[in-house]
């Protein structure tokens, strides 16, 4: 496998989102440490959170949404930004999901990329990797999170295959066990992260190679990290508004949206929500 030419690596431009309507959505099962099957989501208020995020992307940010249809069985498939990571040029490396519970989404995952396009390239066996729930594109680098849920060595792999350096950020805290629900990408080198999250080592590559803007505790168990960028707009989980403030500073317009019931899972706007590159 060739890895990306330089001109490719740099065509990074968000053109649409991938989202999956939460027509099955339930917390059937506890692989994180949100996941309290005594605490199950209201369904109803569920949808009527969902379709708000997906009108604000859609009609306030002005961003095109495609659909894929939620499988009966798999109550987790909402959460498509685990679905794998799209990369320039219309490929992308489909998610190879640590848990069993979620494994089962992989294959509905694989014939949407293959009916709209993609070239689909897989992870090896016992590597496992989640996608851009673990793996950012930014600038000329792949930054990406490990340990949780994401294996070392797909970051090797994703190294291989686009030519670019990998930064690998080891997440330490089982509340954070997706680098999305604790970086947040707002171009360029400027990102909004919390610092307790990662490891000591981690902290200190971020701060090297990064602009930051530290989120607080109590916004990051608001997942604020866990927000969708697009351009200069910003769709955020309601309930952070130090994180507002900083971004409005800096020329952002931020949009907030109820994301409780999708909490209860461990996800909230940027969980439901995978970013399709412009073709190149």
């Known amino acids: 496998m060739q890895p990306m030419t330089e001109p490719a690596a740099q065509a990074q431009r968000v053109a649409q989102l991938l989202m999956c ?3 099955a959505y339930d917390l059937l099962y506890e692989i994180n440490a949100w996941m309290h099957l005594s605490q199950r989501p209201d369904k109803r208020l569920a949808w009527k959170q969902w379709e708000q995020l997906y009108q604000t992307l859609t009609e306030k940010v002005g961003i095109p949404v495609v659909l894929i249809e939620q499988a009966s069985e798999a109550p987790d498939m909402v959460f498509t930004a685990n679905a794998g990571l ?10 190879r999901f640590r848990h069993p519970e979620r494994q089962v ?7 949407w990329f293959c009916e709209h396009g993609y070239e689909v390239i897989r992870m090896p066996p016992n590597c496992a990797f989640e996608g851009e729930g673990d793996a950012f594109l930014i600038d000329h680098l792949i930054v990406a999170g490990y340990r949780k849920r994401t294996d070392i060595c797909a970051h090797r ?16 805290d089982d509340r954070w066990y997706h680098l999305d629900t604790c970086f947040l990408p707002l171009g360029g080198r400027l990102v909004a992260y919390y610092p307790e999250a990662f490891d000591w080592y981690a902290r200190r590559v971020i701060e090297q190679h990064f602009e930051t803007i530290p989120v607080t505790p109590e916004e990051a168990l608001r997942f604020a990290c866990n927000s969708v ?3 200069k707009h910003v769709v955020m989980p309601a309930g952070c508004p130090i994180l507002r403030f900083h971004l409005e500073e800096r020329g952002y317009t931020v949009y907030e949206v109820p994301m409780s019931e999708f909490i209860k899972s461990g996800g909230a706007c940027k969980c439901l929500v995978l970013y399709l590159l412009e073709p190149v």
Do not use: C
């Open 21 to 23: 309507a939460p027509s």
């Open 229 to 231: 960028v697009v351009g």
């Open 157 to 172: 792999y994703l190294s291989q295959i686009t030519g670019l350096e990998t930064l690998s950020l080891e997440l330490v």
């Open 105 to 111: 989404e992989e294959p509905y995952f694989e014939q």
């Open 86 to 95: 799209p990369l320039p040029g219309r490929r992308v490396v489909l998610s």
